[in-house]
């Protein structure tokens, strides 16, 4: 297990956070108050690692149509549904879920969304490479995928300052039958895979926390992780 550390402001740090499960309205909270102060330059760049309970989430290219659970079906399902101030579209996050949340400040040489967006590919596609899953990005789609099979979806946020919220969530042990109730990323027929699934078997959920924090520091280096269990 990584140790936790004291809070950091050097500039060379990533200072990752292991969140467990919160709900997703807290979590919003939570990346809106850390935007301000990575902005103010009182917080080095942040790295939120969590999961959350069953929720569809709106993106600003959404389009109502993609959730397919009625409000008594998501009743039933205890999934909830919340718009989101992040790009993409319709996203289902829940329980065995990794999601990552950097809250980075891309200035003075990163100040390309594409590029950016490229980066959190490249972090994906390592992480799996670690697993021995190969993972890669498609031409005109969001998202990594394996096999054709979609594992991890990405939706960001940059404010002024060019300060990054939001992020990806990558498959990893969740329950996929829940997909059923979206239409994900706005992408018909499409088929999702897990990491489990891809590997037959079980694994250490806190070992995929390491691996990708372990390719955040490689792909956004020179890179000082710095780990803290508390929010």
Known sequence: MHPPVAPTNDATALEVRDLGLIPYTEALALQADLVVRRR????????????????????????RSHVLADEARRRDLGIDLIDVGRGGDVTYHGPGQLVAYPILDLKPDRKDIHRYLRDLEAVLVRTLDELGIRGEPLPDLTGIWVGGRKIAAIGVRVSSGWITSHGFAL?????????????????????????????????????????????????????????????
Request: hydrophobic residues 45%; charged residues 15%; contains cysteine.
């Open 171 to 231: 498959n990893v042990s969740n329950d996929l039958s829940y997909f059923e109730t979206i239409v994900p990323c706005g992408i018909q027929d499409v088929s999702i895979t897990s990491v489990t699934q891809e590997l037959g078997g079980a694994l250490e959920f806190t070992d995929i926390l390491e691996f990708v924090a372990e390719a955040f520091a490689e792909i956004f280096g020179p890179i000082e992780l710095c780990w803290r269990a508390n929010k």
């Open 40 to 63: 103010a330059g009182e917080i080095p760049d942040q790295l939120l690692l969590l999961q959350h309970p069953h929720v569809i989430t709106l993106g600003s290219a959404s389009s």
